[in-house]
């Protein structure tokens, strides 16, 4: 676009305006923090989320760091929180979905940080009741998904009604993260094979 002078003449065309690059948005700096917490959770433990380190590593101060999480084990377990969740399966069969589902859970295992991560809160929880409550939850939320598939199977009838879902839960996972977390014994197809039909074959002959 041109100008004119006030003597009417045309006046250099006017300088298109500059874009200044701003801040980055409030999702960029959260998910590069949660990313530098995760690897520092792997690499050391709880202990060395030390938000010193974070700030340094994730480029960005303190203060932005306390105002979206109040403690440390807030951010640890926002962390974890960040971790995929594997694709539900529905395939119209439960011994399937779970055995798919399983295998999403331990592939995304294999290929990330979860494992280091949950072993560093896990062993922090006992000297810390606020971390231990945060986890509660958090763990919970990661169930979800398997509580969904297997409230499918009682639908459909492939589990009784009354079927206590916390507890085969418990039965489906447990050995899983046993070997993860404490045997290091290799977790394989067959092996989570095994795992679905004890699980609801055991279940299933309970008396009602």
């Known amino acids: ?3 004119r002078d006030s003597d009417g003449r045309g006046a250099a065309p006017a300088e298109p305006t500059r874009r200044v690059r701003g801040r980055p948005r409030s999702d960029e ?3 590069t923090i949660l990313k530098v917490a995760g690897e520092l959770l792997a690499e050391g433990g709880f202990a060395a989320l030390n938000f010193d380190a974070l700030a340094a590593r994730a480029r960005c101060s303190k203060a932005t760091i306390y105002r979206r999480w109040t403690s440390k084990g807030h951010l640890a377990v926002a962390t974890l929180a960040e971790l995929p969740d594997p694709a539900l399966p ?3 069969d439960l011994r399937e979905d779970l055995r798919e589902l399983l295998g999403g859970v331990i592939a995304i295992f294999n290929q990330s940080s979860a494992i280091p991560v949950m072993q560093s809160l896990i062993g922090e929880r006992a000297r810390d009741p606020e971390l231990a409550d945060l986890l509660n939850l958090a ?3 990661k169930r979800e998904g398997l509580a969904n598939v297997l409230r499918r199977g009682v639908a459909r009838g492939e589990l009784p009604a009354e079927t206590d879902l916390e507890f085969l839960m418990d039965l489906i996972v447990g050995p899983i993260l046993c070997r993860y977390l404490c045997t290091g014994a290799p977790v394989v197809e067959e092996f989570v094979d ?11 002959l309970r008396p009602s």
């Open 194 to 204: 095994e795992i679905v039909e004890a699980a609801l074959t055991s279940f299933a």
């Open 1 to 3: 676009m041109t100008t």
């Open 139 to 141: 763990f919970q939320a």
């Open 29 to 31: 700096i959260e998910g």
């Open 90 to 92: 529905d395939r119209g």
